[in-house]
């Protein structure tokens, strides 16, 4: 019962805060909607030109056209949008003998139809059903991706843990049957090779419970005030271990006053962490790496360099797809997930930002987060 009033809650919230674009020629039919519609935000266009220029710079959930108007008609700009967002909800209002109108918008993909003269609880009706359509429309298009991303990755961990155990269990085979020996020069190399193996599969196991906490569960960002200086000190202190293990130099320059920001704490962690671990991972041993930030009016930034061997150009447009791992060196064995950067870029766009990123081959690279204020 309760999992259910959660799931209604849930639902409810998600048609709330929606936007309305209504498209009418008659002024006061655009105002008669609005003031039912009130709750919503709700945009207007006297047709549909203007409508698909609106949609050009606002986010719009439902489209309400009517169908006969100048320059360009409500069947035109109902296929407009949907040729270019299928998922885009749009009402069509008509009067009742219309059929030919109601076949052809039909075939078009309309969501629904409001009648004309327009009944304003009809309306209102109206919009929230096919809102709440298109809310359940999107919890299954997100439980799908959600889905498939847990076979694509159950697939990527059972290749990636396979290399470590395979080589784990062959160096033990071979001590338990005395083919190294402790008097062997080559014993210690070999319980090297295992501690490094070993350590390989205990950072796989730690990354995969993260990315099961972080990345794999569903549900909006958790909002939360947090100091900036805060979250990107933890994501120095958890790396550190790794940059001194490299014999990395590891430095840090925070500006003095970094203003406190509304966002996921988690997610914006993840992002932190993974532009660290990226210039960790590519920086050959005895190189640097320095974070630092700059503060602007609207924005900051959090600034990684390091002195690793950069990223060639054709490469730069691909580093951010799921699973696509830079190797530098082509042996085929870049260890790791290849799924940092692609959820740190999502994390960072939510929050209505982004991750910048240059870099040369032999010179390093520079990857920016940057947050709105």
Known sequence: MRLAVERELQLQQKIEDKTILVVDDEAVIRELCSKVLKGYRVLQAE??????????????????????????????????VKDKDPNKAVIIMTGYAEKDIILRAL??????????????LQLKTTIEKVLEKL????????LKRIDQ?????????????KTPITAISLFIQNLARGLDAPQD????????????ESR????????????????????????SRINLRDLVNTALNQLAFSAANKQLALTSELDGELPELEVDR???????????ENAIKFTPAGGAISVSTQVSEDRIKVI???????IPQDELPKIFEKFYQVDPEKTGQVRGFGLGLFYARQFAQSHGGSIQLTSEPGLGTEATLVLPR
């Open 47 to 80: 047709d549909g030109e203007a409508a698909l220029g609106v949609l050009e710079g606002e986010r719009v959930d439902v489209v309400l056209t009517d169908v006969m108007m100048p320059r360009l008609n409500g069947l035109d700009l109902l296929k407009a």
């Open 107 to 120: 075939k078009a993909d309309a969501d629904d139809f409001i009648s004309k003269p327009i009944n304003l």
């Open 135 to 142: 809310a359940l429309k999107e919890e299954l298009v997100h």
């Open 149 to 161: 991303l847990k076979t694509d990755f159950l697939g990527l961990i059972s290749h990636k843990l």
């Open 185 to 196: 020069p080559g014993f210690q190399k070999t319980l090297s090779l295992i501690l490094e």
């Open 200 to 223: 390989y599969l205990g950072y796989l196991i730690k990354d995969l419970l993260y990315y099961s906490e972080t990345v794999l569960q569903e549900g909006p960002p958790f909002l």
């Open 266 to 276: 988690r997610r914006i962690g993840f992002v932190l962490r993974a532009l660290l």
């Open 304 to 310: 990684f360099r390091d002195t690793g061997a950069g």
